[in-house]
């Protein structure tokens, strides 16, 4: 989208549609159907692709969130940032659904997946078997996607490139008793650019489970 285009703001019927979640750090997570909010646009998705699509609905997300027209940009690595604003943001889609973050001072990472995902015909390229078994006790249901949810934001969250999911990103330990519906989790990262810790939370709300990170490495 050129700079200087206005984006629709959602009307107060499709807001509703939106479901919002406070976190402790100041943090506003919000989602909802990737085409419910674009339908709530005046923007023709005729000849667009999957990506432009969602990339248009993250621009009319944040403006909605932040009540005022804004665009998302993208730096070399791909993380996202608002142009002109000092707010971090982070983007997740599923099939059909599109989450954000947003943050008025600290990095923020979030992923967004469906519970029942099956990743079992890639496991072996992010984690291993003594790995999915320590995060089973945490999350018995598909422990593999709480893997690879936590690691999509570990992902995001670093400002380099070349992470190797398997080796370099590894489960630590829960932070908190498992109620099999909160989650808190400690990841070690072992990078050559940067070697630490970092607390993952997620929450399982419908049929979604919703990482994300909005706290500086511990």
Known sequence: MGKGKTLPIYSHRNQ???????TSNESLIVWGSTSQIFQSTNISSENLSRRELELRTSDVLASTILNKQVEIQREANGRPYITGSSEKISISHTRSTLGVIINPHTPVALDIETTNRNVGSVKQKFTTTGEIELVRKVHSDNPEILIWSC????????????????????????????????????????HPNFKGVF????????????????????
Not at 177 to 182: E, K, L, T, Y
């Open 16 to 22: 509703e549609t939106l479901k919002k979640f406070y």
């Open 151 to 190: 690691k999509e934001c570990l992902f995001k969250i670093l400002p380099f490139a070349a992470i190797h999911f398997k080796d370099q990103l590894t489960f630590n330990e829960a932070a908190q008793p498992n109620n099999n519906i909160d989650f808190a989790t400690i990841w070690s990262v072992n």
């Open 199 to 218: 607390l993952v939370n997620s929450f399982i709300f419908d049929d979604l489970l919703i990482s994300y990170i909005d706290t500086k490495p511990l």
